[in-house]
């Protein structure tokens, strides 16, 4: 199997709708240390991440790529994605993750670096604050931890928006996986994530967060604070 190619997916995306009203977005955030969904990215502990993004819309569709390295050099992702928007508050998405690169990017092999994952997000209303996303790597580098097959590793998270600043939030994984160092289902994000805005002049903002949370399936815990250019 040779997976999907979301490269040459969003390549020919973009040709398509070159025509339509588009907006370009582009940005980066500069985090104390580098946690996905309850899990340290890094054996260092503490060290910084540039995360840089950029993106492009029309209508409903997003096209994006998302990306992490550690100012040591320990973390290198570069992901791709594609959403699409049914209104404000539903959305469907698919990844293209690659952390490994222990290949060649362009590798889609059997053994590629490459994790696939489809994601189906609810962003929640204002008179109902609560979010909720299942999100399943459906191809690529998701094996079962006892066999070659595919894993299909499926991670759910809730959240609740106290204040327009505060967010709480709990995810789990519904099975064992080496992508979340499991053996089996289990809790591994819970935490808060707080949220300000900090005037630096009087026509410039810098928003910054700090996000307190835990991993009750390893024992661990984390702070991680953080700021967006």
Known sequence: MRGIRLVVIFAISVFTISSAKAQFATGADIVSSYVWRGIPQ???KGVPNIQPYVSFTT???TLGSWASSSFLGNVKEVDIYTTYAFSSQFAVTFTDYNWGFT?????YGTTTDHIYEATLAYTGTEKFPISASINTMFAGNDKS???AKQAFTTYIELGY???PLVK???GGVLGGSSNYATTSAGVTNVGIKVSKSIAITDKFSLPVYGILGANPYSGG???VA????
Do not use: I, N, P, R
């Open 42 to 44: 890094e054996t260092t």
């Open 59 to 61: 209508g409903g569709l």
């Open 103 to 107: 290949k060649s990017y362009f590798d």
């Open 145 to 147: 931890l006892t066999d």
């Open 161 to 163: 928006q106290v204040t």
């Open 168 to 170: 709480v939030f709990a």
């Open 221 to 223: 815990a984390f702070f």
């Open 226 to 229: 953080g700021f967006t250019l």
